[in-house]
């Protein structure tokens, strides 16, 4: 049996609604806190896990065998569908405080990321910093959807970028399946939206944290794309290095690397989860220093209580490549040795 501690890159919480109130402005006490959802994506409550505090997610932990959970939002990430901007600051704020109370049942085994609002900016870096210097986050989160803000490699999130950075925590991109989601405007079941928003959405992201410039500007920042797998990065290198050759010298002057050169520069990581099959394919492309072990628990589609025991199971993975996943990579990602 490996020796090292598994560390899991990106699991969720289910938010508290009462909770969250705890430490919510009283101006904003008898509103809803984030958008509801359309989507009956647990079939009836027959999918996914329902854990109703961190008794019970140290619980789901010891079972699948995960010493170290990185929490992520659930409700949390539609938080790029408010349209009240200092609202959407303000339920970070009291999201961010939430957590860290969960987690301090024990927090040498629930670290948290801090949810932040793209909505405003400047107001979301003071939030990550807060969250990082009083509350402990190993990181932040931003949504990829975006309605009617600039992409993500726009200089509009900078400041953002900047705070993390400076405080030596990296950003994770993070989506969720809605009605207004990509797969929700053009699809009619959760099943069709859920399989291309995931991936489409980290593709966009992907390609606008590259062309647009972000790693020449920040270049110490670690950005994670997660919840959708590594079998589709080699080729959005292949066809990013191809437009790049092709038209880079114009639109993207300012790139000094290949794109396929940034993935593959100790600064770009993938959230992979345990059944997916392409996996051995992209360490043919050298993304073995990429690859992040997430078990997504407790979502429907995550594969708990027998995440961890399934990559170990694993006959296409040699045993260096799933310590990677399992611990050195998302260590590394979370600065967490």
């Not at 509801?36 to 329902?50: A, F, I, P, S, V």
């Not at 024990?106 to 990550?128: C, G, S």
């Not at 300012?254 to 520069?265: D, F, I, M």
């Not at 220093?289 to 027998?306: A, I, N, R």
Request: hydrophobic fraction near 35%; proline fraction near 6%.
């Amino acid at each position: 049996m490996a020796s090292y501690t598994v560390i899991d890159a990106d699991g969720h919480v289910r938010e508290s609604q009462s909770g969250l109130r705890e430490f919510l402005e009283p101006r904003w006490q008898r509103r809803n806190l984030f958008p509801n959802d359309e989507w009956d994506r647990d079939l009836h409550g027959k999918l996914g896990q329902k854990p109703e505090g961190p008794e019970d997610q140290l619980a789901a932990m010891d079972q699948d065998g995960i010493d170290v959970m990185v929490l992520y939002p659930t409700a949390g990430l539609h938080v790029s569908a408010l349209h009240e901007k200092d609202y959407a600051t303000g339920i970070t704020r009291a999201y961010n405080d939430w957590l860290f109370h969960f987690c301090k049942k024990d927090p040498a085994r629930l670290k948290f990321v801090a949810l932040l609002a793209p909505q405003d900016p400047k107001a979301a870096a003071e939030e990550l910093k807060r969250a990082v210097n009083e509350r402990g986050a190993v990181g932040g989160v931003l949504p990829t959807y975006l309605p009617q803000l600039p992409d993500l490699g726009d200089s509009y999130y900078d400041s953002i970028y900047a705070a993390a950075e400076s405080s030596g925590v990296p950003i994770g991109f993070h989506t969720g399946t809605s009605a207004d989601s990509l797969g929700g405007q053009r699809f009619r079941k959760f099943l069709s939206a859920h399989t291309i928003d995931h991936p489409a959405e980290q593709m966009m992201a992907l390609i606008a944290t590259i062309i647009g410039g972000v790693f020449e500007r920040f270049p110490k920042l670690n950005i994670g794309y997660l919840e959708s797998g590594i079998g589709w990065v080699p080729y959005m290198m292949d066809r990013l290095d191809e437009e790049v050759e092709k038209r880079g010298a114009v639109e993207a002057p300012y790139l000094t690397r290949l794109p396929s050169e940034y993935v593959k520069s100790g600064r770009i990581y993938f959230g992979v989860e345990c059944e997916e099959k392409t996996i051995p394919d992209a360490m043919r492309w050298g993304l073995e220093e990429t690859v992040l072990y997430s078990s997504d628990y407790p979502h429907w589609d995550g594969d708990w209580p027998h995440t961890v025991k399934s990559i170990r199971a694993r006959q296409d993975l040699s045993d260096a490549i799933k310590k990677k996943m399992l611990h050195d990579n998302v260590a590394r990602f979370y600065r967490l040795d």
